[in-house]
């Protein structure tokens, strides 16, 4: 049966000061790292299974192989919101927000109150959980209406001007996600605020704009 002390001594196992490194170049910074690689946590993550207790665990110990690891370890039907606030003020880097978004929280019938309120928080990767979070939805919940989503240009337009690297990133990625969804009003509508925002008087509103409409317009 896994334990976080075995998980923890296996990661560390196949851990590498150079991949340390190789993070760090892209952005991939936090307290405790151990340098394995996505592909390698994923495979333990699939050999472990769902267990919440353990995914828990993992967050507390503050590793970011062990994070990563949790949000594919984690059953998405036993997540909190709770548990959500907890693991959100602990995010110092884009990987650990997006993994934990794109994986576990967008499963979740929390997800569209924590983009809400997320959004209005300040903290750089608080603020990025939200729009990563509403990107993630866009491009996994097939089933999903439109009006949600039709919602959220409002915000997405409202914190444009977050000149924030991670921010304004997530942000974009938002806008394309919800015009990518098969959808033609959808699309439309992307479109519409993509290129209105790519005439903004604001920098940052204007390159979110513009990388949407190039990428809309492909």
């Known amino acids: ?8 001594a296996e990661l560390k196992r196949r851990g590498s000061k150079k991949n340390v490194e190789g993070m760090a170049r892209y952005g991939i910074v936090a307290k405790k790292v151990m340098g394995v690689s996505v592909g390698e ?6 050999k472990v299974g769902h267990d919440p207790k353990l995914s828990e665990a993992l967050w507390k110990a503050g590793w970011y192989e062990g994070r990563m690891l949790a949000a594919f370890v984690q059953d998405p039907d036993a997540v909190t919101p709770a548990q959500m606030e907890k ?8 990987a650990i927000t997006d993994t934990i978004c794109f994986h576990l929280w967008d499963k979740t019938p929390h997800a569209w109150p924590k983009i809400n309120a997320w959004a209005k928080r300040k903290e750089e990767f608080v603020r990025r959980a ?9 491009l996994h919940d097939k089933k999903a209406p439109d009006a949600p989503f039709m919602k ?5 337009e409202k914190y444009s001007t977050d000149e924030r690297n991670f921010v304004k990133k997530a942000v974009s990625w938002a806008l394309r996600g919800i015009g990518k969804r098969k959808s033609p009003a959808l699309r439309k509508q992307a479109l519409v605020v993509a290129k209105r925002m790519a005439k903004s008087a604001d920098s940052t509103t204007r390159w979110i704009g513009k990388d949407a409409v190039r990428d809309l317009d492909r």
């Open 87 to 94: 693991w959100v003020k602990d995010f110092d880097n884009w």
């Open 130 to 138: 939200s729009f990563a979070l509403l990107a993630s939805v866009a």
């Open 1 to 8: 049966m896994a334990t976080v002390t075995t998980i923890l």
């Open 152 to 156: 959220s240009f409002a915000l997405i």
């Open 41 to 46: 946590i994923r495979a333990i993550g699939k």
